[in-house]
């Protein structure tokens, strides 16, 4: 695996290659990330991950500084999947200059949600995810970009960002990978001390539990039924954002029959200080 830290470098690496596969991280990587690079290998003539904490996307109150960084073993996992190219920029390689052009995505789609409680957030996500993309596709013909369901906001923000601005670039969307009892796999779920761990799993419970009653009871108590959804998290010691159910192409709240429409439920929520986010498509 070659290791490249500056684009000029990254371009002079894929220059004789005409369909990069690409997988976008910021390290600390676990066994989703590698799903990625598995799939992306079949997908073009090099398979290429980034690694990079992107400063943009994170609130001053967030955990930038903190965000788990883990070098060795991030390379080691990348090496034993067969990655052939890895960019790992320094924020003066990406950013040399205060990067004042950003991507800013519409309000009804990247306002809402995480949007809502991260202001900002996806213009954040936009602007690296473009800047990357520029870095690893200029001069190429196609590509293909492969991203987790897990973000299922940013997975729609990024599939439109490129079909708007026309980019050669085929999105592919990976599922979310779970640990044994349901848990979604998550750099952040390091954070988590051993009892929070255990209680992690209730977050996918409820979403299930609350797509299920959704599709039984209806959509037109779908309003009491987030609430409950809500509280009942709560009572148990979590600090939910939201619950909600919303439709899988715009991610508003459905209207008339549930059975008619494909739906997604998505959740966020704190647990201690770890906020969790996790989705199921029902």
Known sequence: MKIVHTIPVLRAALALFQHPAFVATMGNLHDGHIALVNRAKPLGDVTVASIFVNRLQFAPHEDFDTYPRTWEADCDKLQAAGCDVLFAPRETDLYPEPQTYKVHPP?????????????????????????????????????????????????MIIRRMVQQFALPITIVPGETLRAADGLALSSRNGYLNVQERAEAVHLSLALKALGEAARAQGLDKLDALEAQAMQALTARGWAPDYLTVRRRADLLPPVGSAAAQALVVLGAARLGTTRLIDNLEI
């Open 107 to 155: 309000a009804e789609l990247a306002d809402i949600l995480e949007g809502h409680f991260r202001p900002g957030f996806f213009i954040g996500v936009s602007t690296v995810v473009m800047k990357l993309f520029s870095c690893v596709f200029a001069g190429k013909s196609e590509g293909t970009a492969l991203f987790g369901k897990k973000d299922y906001q940013q997975l």
